[in-house]
């Protein structure tokens, strides 16, 4: 997995592994436009329990507080201040929400892929994870609902590549703990 090879030079990406990883990153990006044509994406109505959810943005862009249902027993703050500018912009529908969330879904699994490579997997079993996930149903079926597992994963994801191209940044010699 890591090491020498024709993506990378003294542990740098070169010019090829680079357009390689634009390559991938481009045809994940595709097979999303291909989905939302392939499957119904944009829908007006809440699925799951995302209509709990849906009224606290509401309440952020309608009223400017955050106001958490009843029934809601988590705090999904992160995610309301995620999904405020899109509700701002857009308004605060359900189709919205549920399009943002597929829209952040894309982003995770660019992070995801950027952070498999990060850890020294090559372009192809990095791509081959990434695609992995992608396939999976209950990703697809998360990524159309305005619910908390993308957020979630988007949020670990760039934390932990984050986390790690700074550990890097630093010679490796930050501690965790």
């Known amino acids: 997995m890591a090491g020498e090879d024709s993506e990378t030079s003294a542990g740098r990406p070169t010019r090829a592994g680079l357009h390689r990883d634009l390559g991938i990153v481009a045809a994940l990006l595709g097979a999303y436009v291909a989905m939302a044509l392939l499957v119904p994406v944009h829908h007006d109505f809440p699925m799951g329990d995302s209509w709990s959810f849906a009224w606290s943005a509401r309440e952020l862009v309608d009223h400017g507080r955050v106001r958490l249902n009843d029934i809601q027993g988590m705090n999904l703050v992160a995610q309301l201040v995620l999904a405020w500018p899109a509700g701002m912009l857009f ?14 879904s894309a982003a995770t699994l660019s992070s995801f892929y950027c952070l498999l490579r990060l850890v020294g997997f090559n372009s192809a079993r990095a791509a081959l994870g990434v695609f992995t996930l992608f396939a999976n149903p ?3 079926a998360q990524s159309l609902s305005f619910e908390t597992e993308i957020p979630f994963l988007f949020f670990g994801i760039l934390g932990a590549l984050l986390l ?14």
Do not use: K
């Open 91 to 104: 308004g605060p529908e359900p189709a919205v929400l549920n399009d943002f969330t597929f829209v952040l």
């Open 138 to 140: 209950i990703w697809l």
């Open 164 to 177: 790690l191209r700074w550990d890097r940044a630093v010679g490796g010699s930050a501690s965790y703990w």
